[in-house]
């Protein structure tokens, strides 16, 4: 069995960046006793010009938004990770995640006001991915505490540094360390861009 946990973030109002969003995902694997046996951890950003390459209906109204890239998260985990006849459990602290996929049949307002939402999740659907495995997607409540969906949020929301991200969490395995760990990233990205400013004064 597999437990997923992926959350997303999404700002297009940083004039200093063309990365407007980024995804977390945490991947827990578990063996036919129900025992952890391996966690997986991964971070991405995304520029307009990554996620209008996504979109069918690439208009920024429609396509630039946080609901996207929620979306985006749990496609994405899919894409990273190769799952086969496996049992799956998705988290997410995106409400409409969970009614799209238990009551799809309530989403038709949600579907005509965001018609690339609309697209990914048949195209999920009709994926082997979907077809592939047995696939349960549930709501968690957000900043509750709960430790794999707080990694998950961390993750999505400090992808200026990817690497960073994923190496941070796997060096503060206590979430009340990830106060720390948001401040060290955060401090890291300011001394790459104090020396890309300056190499661009030489240059």
């Given at each position: ?45 995304y520029t307009k010009k990554d ?78 991915h979907y077809l592939d495995n ?70």
């Amino acid at each position: 069995m597999v437990k997923i946990y992926v959350d997303a973030s999404f700002n297009d109002a940083n004039p200093n960046t063309n990365i407007i969003g980024g995804v977390g995902i945490v991947v827990l694997h578990y063996d036919y006793m129900g025992n952890m046996i391996n966690e997986e951890y991964y971070a991405k950003r995304y520029t307009k010009k990554d996620i209008l390459a996504l979109m069918d209906f690439k208009v920024n109204k429609l396509s630039l938004k946080n609901s996207i890239l929620e979306f985006i998260a749990l496609f994405e985990c899919f894409n990273l990770c190769e799952f086969h006849n496996e049992e799956i459990i998705v988290y997410s602290d995106w409400n409409e995640i969970n009614k799209m996929f238990q009551f799809e049949y309530k989403c038709k307002s949600l579907f005509r006001r965001e018609p690339n939402l609309k697209s990914l999740f048949y195209s999920f659907k009709n994926s082997e991915h979907y077809l592939d495995n047995l696939i349960y997607v549930k709501h968690v409540k957000g900043h509750n505490q709960t430790h794999y969906n707080c990694v998950a949020d961390f993750l999505a929301n400090y992808w200026l540094d990817c690497k960073l991200a994923v190496k941070t969490v796997l060096d503060n395995t206590d979430f009340q360390s990830l106060h720390n760990a948001k401040l060290n990233i955060y401090m890291a990205e300011n001394r790459r861009r104090k020396v890309r400013q300056s190499l661009k004064e030489i240059n």
